[in-house]
């Protein structure tokens, strides 16, 4: 190699201008490749998070159901399936989402089951359209000793 020919691995001027190119170039490929992946993680996360939710407010709504609906029994059955399912939809349950609450044969529990399919936002990429959130709460009456029942959630 002659002495006076310009070499790229030669610190200076030229090399230095050549390497940040190629470290820009480098940058450029790696940033193609990690913003879908950051997006998919995006995209998992709302989904996620959308289940997370929905899940927590129809568990908030089978506990109250349940609890009000305890405090018809152990004298009427019949009403407090109806109060159980009546409180199930003010709490933002459909009436279609609430299968018929049951009452233990000895009259001192109540039981109630919700269900509701979330959609997927971001999952629709994939195929993915709906998926089932399904939460159960019972609510059981417990002697206090003076002879009067009191309401307690068992989960």
């Not at 044969?105 to 109630?112: G, H, M």
């Amino acid at each position: 190699m002659d002495v006076h020919q310009k070499s790229n691995l030669r610190p200076g001027r030229g090399g230095r201008a050549l390497l940040k190119r190629a470290a820009r170039g480098q940058m450029l490929i790696i940033l193609t490749i990690l913003i879908p992946v950051m997006l998919g993680v995006v995209a998992m996360a709302v989904d996620i998070s959308t289940f997370d939710w929905t899940w927590s407010r129809m568990q908030s709504s089978a506990d109250a159901a349940a609890l009000a609906g305890c405090s018809n029994l152990p004298t009427s059955p019949s009403r407090a399936i109806a109060t159980a399912t009546a409180y199930a939809v003010t709490n933002g349950m459909l009436a279609s989402e609430v299968s018929t609450p049951t009452v233990a044969a000895d009259n001192l529990s109540i039981s109630i089951t919700l269900s509701r399919s979330v959609p997927y936002y971001f999952g629709r990429v994939l195929g993915l359209t709906a998926s089932p959130v399904v939460v159960t709460a019972t609510a059981s009456l417990l002697t206090t000793g003076s002879g009067t029942y009191r309401a307690m959630l068992v989960n």
